[in-house]
């Protein structure tokens, strides 16, 4: 299949839903376990769904069929509610594997968790279930043209029992294959909420037009909503979780910092697998192997240094998370918001260097096609531009230097 052609300017129609209920996962070892048996799946076809732009349409069920697509759905209603720092690590290791894959459960787990911080209990009951079941969102949060992320131009009429939206949305990670579709849209007051429309709504039509060299396969374009019904027991108060402090910004961030954590490890385990297979020494060492190259020694070990860091700032920023949402207040929610950011700024930075060291130490047989490993450092790149780390740095020095708290919404 090739990339330029199955961009195609036409309405995709929604996916079959498995026939069967999803799993429910009863604990966080059984979460991680079924992380990597996934992932040992999910690595095999990566480079060329990437290279040809397939859509991982059997990977996708198997996992949001496996249970972990309501890892943190609280146990009241059901769920396994594991810590954060366990969904941060499945993110991780789905990630690994294929980022863009990772990456399509991020907004799903982020509405679960927006679901749990301001639904009412009906709303909880009826929209946790159904999660349970195996429904899987897809999102239409950002717009293309606003002058900022914050801004938005959908917006939604009440009709009595339901509402009405009508809008335009892009970087619409998930959508094309998802059941659900979560998209924001603004009330006659400008408060955000999350109206959750059937994939198959009249009215909503998803459109494949994203054409990012990076995260190629998040299943992701342009969605239009012209008229679209939605009931309102599927209208989530999504603005509630920014009036006051909660969690639930924060858990948006950690899902995107687990991604990039991911595609750092892949990068380094690709370089170590090259320069022990493929790559040669070089002229000057006076070695035979490229693995006993000093330099690459040393490179190496400095990357697998700064992952490590960031892979255990990620977990105890999952275990911050759990406090806040446990006991959500000004200092908790601040404390998991900085831990988070921390985590963004590393894995950022180790996600852009392994990816990048990668072709230094491997050597230009690392760049042949053939291998595709260009897709790390194209899926880094892409992915970490989500929201700009120089801000983070700006939050930590505020908060540590003059006691200002981060803001509150979906990138803080």
């Known amino acids: 299949m090739n990339i330029n052609t199955n961009i195609k300017a036409t309405a995709v129609p929604g996916v079959t839903r498995p026939n069967q209920p999803a799993h429910v996962i009863k604990s966080d070892a059984e979460a991680i376990e079924i992380a990597h048996r996934l992932a040992a799946q999910f690595i095999k076809g990566s480079a060329a769904r990437d290279r040809d732009r397939i859509w991982p349409v059997e990977e996708l069920d198997a996992f949001s069929q496996s249970g972990l697509w309501s890892i943190n759905v609280p146990k009241t209603f059901g769920g396994p509610e594991v810590s954060y720092a366990t969904l941060a690590k499945v993110v991780e ?14 907004n799903h787990l982020g509405v679960v968790a927006a679901i749990r911080t301001v639904s009412d209990p009906a709303q909880q009951k009826l929209l ?13 949060f950002s717009e293309f043209g606003s002058k900022r992320a914050v801004d938005f131009e959908t917006k939604f009429t009440d009709h009595g029992d339901h509402i009405v939206v009508n809008g335009r949305k892009f970087y619409s990670s998930g959508a094309l294959l998802a059941h659900k579709v979560p998209i924001v849209a603004l009330d006659d007051q400008g408060r955000a ?6 994939r198959d709504a009249p009215g909503l039509t998803v459109i494949d037009d994203w054409s990012s060299f990076g995260q190629r396969t998040t299943l992701s374009g342009t969605v239009i909503l012209d008229n679209v019904k939605v009931d309102k027991a599927w209208l989530v108060p999504g603005y ?9 910004g924060a858990i ?8 990039d954590t991911g595609i750092a490890s892949a990068a380094i385990k690709e370089t170590i697998d090259f320069v022990r297979t493929k790559s040669r020494a070089w002229v000057d060492s006076g070695i035979d192997n490229a ?4 330099y690459t020694i040393q490179a190496v070990g400095t990357l697998k240094l700064r992952l490590h860091a960031a892979q255990a700032l990620l977990e105890k920023a999952g275990h911050a998370i759990d406090r806040a949402v446990a006991n959500p207040n000004a200092e908790t929610v601040a404390e998991a918001q900085i831990i988070t950011a921390e985590s963004k700024i590393l894995s950022t930075e180790i996600a ?28 880094a790149r892409t992915h970490t531009l989500h929201d700009p780390v120089r801000w983070k ?8 230097l003059n006691g200002e708290n981060p803001p509150l919404h979906a990138w803080s």
């Open 193 to 198: 909420w999350y109206a959750i429309a059937d």
């Open 252 to 259: 948006f961030q950690i899902i995107q910092v687990a991604v």
């Open 240 to 248: 509630k979780g920014y009036e006051v402090p909660t969690a639930d």
């Open 291 to 294: 693995w006993d190259d000093p």
């Open 393 to 400: 740095y700006s939050i930590l020095g505020k908060y540590y």
């Open 128 to 140: 946790f279930g159904e999660i349970l079941k195996g429904t899987r969102f897809g999102n239409a």
């Open 93 to 106: 290791i789905i990630s690994e594997a294929d980022s863009s894959i990772g990456q399509i459960s991020q």
């Open 352 to 379: 852009i260097e392994a990816t990048n060291k990668l072709f230094e130490l491997a050597g230009t047989r690392s760049t042949l096609a053939e291998h595709n490993l260009d897709r790390h450092w194209r899926n």
